[in-house]
């Protein structure tokens, strides 16, 4: 079960004293490979040939690069994570140094489980519709199936988090996600799709998306167990409706490619693609003479890895405890309250 290592915390309390002076990552996302056993609509990575994928010595030199820059909080993802035998060796070498979470698509999540759990933190499990529309988005049929077994899996040994993509073909879904969380007992993530130049173009037209971004705020003002602040869908509404742009601060969050590259300056304007080993480079140093300023009026996406932490108040540890730190422990007791409940849904049967 999740606790927040004291390592963790201490690193986390050493970096927010230096972001007073200087830039630090304190997040990190690592594609640990491009493969996929899913083809979503959305998604470019399936699509590409992965290199000769890292060995569990170089996972551990990118790790203690990332530790020695400053990040606290490492998530893993790809392609599908999940398709590594070796997932096992890494999750425990980056749970010695960092709070630790994955996000999967849940198809071996039930299977993997055991050799998993006790090395992550917080467990992301993609959901984008109910039955046959994820089924229909994730390209394979079963899928929404395989990853509600999973779900009902790991709710009981890690954290667990719904996360839903937004996208053109699942608008009227958002809702039946949050009840399907409430239902599973599970926390939920909700990000919009956006469109990569080598995926199918599924973001929703900006008119159609309004209605599903104000409702998601109302649930989650109602109490639903939405991990976006208010705040995250304040940013949304103000920067897409009212030109009121958010002040993006993509260096908190430093994402490494399958090969090891640092993606500079964020995942989604480089669409993944690396350029130097995150070994090689002094990342303080980098990031410190690195010209962020172009980015700050960006507003192109609203993935929840870069608009929530840019909405932080990076200087108050209290306010980062309540929201990383807060947000985490809340969903850990709801896994343990959670298995004496019994179930009893339309949208669960669908799975059973
Ligand atoms: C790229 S996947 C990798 C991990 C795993 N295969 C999965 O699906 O959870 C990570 C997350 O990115 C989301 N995603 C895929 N394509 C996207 C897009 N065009 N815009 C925003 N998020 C996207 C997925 O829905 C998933 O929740
Ligand atoms: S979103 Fe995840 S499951 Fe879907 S194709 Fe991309 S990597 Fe695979
Ligand atoms: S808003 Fe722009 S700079 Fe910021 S993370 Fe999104 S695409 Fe990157």
Redesign the pocket.
Known sequence: MAVFKPVVLRSLDRSLRNLRGEKVPILAGHKLLYR?N?E?K????WRREDEELLGLADEIRLMDSLAQAGVSFLGF?????LLRRDLPEILNAAHARFHTSL???GWLLEHRLPELARHLDLL???L?GIGETHDRLRGIPRSFERAVAGIRASREEVPTVI?H?VTRDNLDHAERIVELAEQLEVGLTV??????RT?DA??PERVRLLPTIERLRDLKKEGAPLMESLEYFDAILGSWYHDRPWRCKPWLTINVDPAGRIVLPCYVLQEYKGSLPVWDVDVRALWNSFDWSTYESCNKCA?ACYLEPSLFRWTDPAHIRQRIVGAGLRYARRAVSSRSRPESSELIQIAT
């Open positions: 996929c899913l979503c959305m998604c470019p990575f993802e790809g392609g599908e994570p996000v999967t698509n992301f499990v993609s984008d996360s993509t990000q919009i799709a956006y469109d990569y995926a599924m973001s993935l």
